[in-house]
């Protein structure tokens, strides 16, 4: 209603907004529109505490004596009170340099966690190693036998690998750690029965959750691989060469694959308190089965999941770790030099599906420089069993676009597993 003097009614919208000038010493609040998961997860700001100033020849003013709080009197310091009796939890361990152990040099550890960044071609220079691709010919021709092949193994692998994905679990989707762990260990049973009567086969026995460690100098620089890896496979008598000394000899020709100018000590743990000596295989002297055979490594394991790259690179290390060890103890920590008779270790690495095979084969511990007799390694990656397994079809668009069952079964795959197992053995 206008007319006259009267002034038009100001909206409540108006009267409600803030002033655009907002007086001094007023500071109104501000509430954001949209808040990020980065910003609205920052840690609450912590102040840092006040760097305590001791004046020669004046004490500070505490309140210890009147045994309370009091403003204005400083915190009184009082001394640790140590226990008269040992308790393992109120241990409180010692600076690094105080410890026995401590050394100005310090090691690169590498464990089963460490995910090196250049994958194979840096375990490769680490161990001082000459990487061929595809197995020997020689050992794949072990599972080719025809009293091997008329033994109907392509249906009771098929079965192996049906009761891993389907039989032993009633999920839709079956986990993945559950279900290579159980096929893996249907393939090692599966083998065993093939040659039952076969004495060799009697001289082995499995090892699971035993401890590793095996020193080196590489250079300047110290290294250990140590803790605890996957299954291993230990026999009372040594694996036999893969190549002759003709061969070994002429690998002083091949030059190492550098990565220049990532450091080879990338990702690798830095540690000052460490033995210096330590070299063991897991087992004390006098051990039945002191040689080892094969290592069974896999990749989905809990809290150490690796990359295709970074896994191979792993099963490399711990395979020359096995290697190593039994070198120190057969020709001792100080001999350096080539091997009068080379040390073989395979490894076999699965994720339920995809293989990876490998041999190993020790040479030489002189790791002083890229020159003279480097050691072997045959590496097969990437090797599929089978195309998939699935409970349900996967259906999409009212299309099945992978049929439930199991499908594209490869023989060829275990025929190389087989012919692992079978080494040394045929």
Known sequence: MTGGNMLPR???LVKAAAPLFPRSGFLQARRPLSVGRPAAAKPRYQPQPRERVEIPGLERVTYAERMHYVPGLAKPEHPRWERDYKDPRFYWSPPAPQMPLYKDRPVHVFNQRTSLLEGVRQAAWLTKTKVMSGL??????????????AQDLDERVQNAIKHARFWDTTEDRPRKERYSQILLRNLLHLCASLHSSNPAIRRRIFTDNYSLAATWERGEDLFQVRG?????HNSMDPLPEVCGKEEVASTSDHLLETFYPISPTIDLQKLNVYKEEMNCSGFRSGYPYPHAHTLYLLESIPRCKLRPEQFRAKMLMFAFGNALARAHQ???TKAQGVLDHPITVQSVGTNGRIFQFLVFQLNTTDFSGDDGVKNQMWLDEDVDLYHFAKVKPLIKKKQVKVPAGLEGYKPETFNKFLALYLHGAV
């Not at 020997?136 to 092949?149: G, K, T």
């Not at 605890?228 to 291993?232: E, I, K, Q, W």
């Open 10 to 12: 100001t909206p409540k």
């Open 330 to 332: 057969q020709y001792g």
């Open 136 to 149: 020997p010919p020689h050992l794949l021709a072990l599972a080719e036998s025809p009293e091997i092949q």
């Open 228 to 232: 605890r890896n996957g299954l291993l």
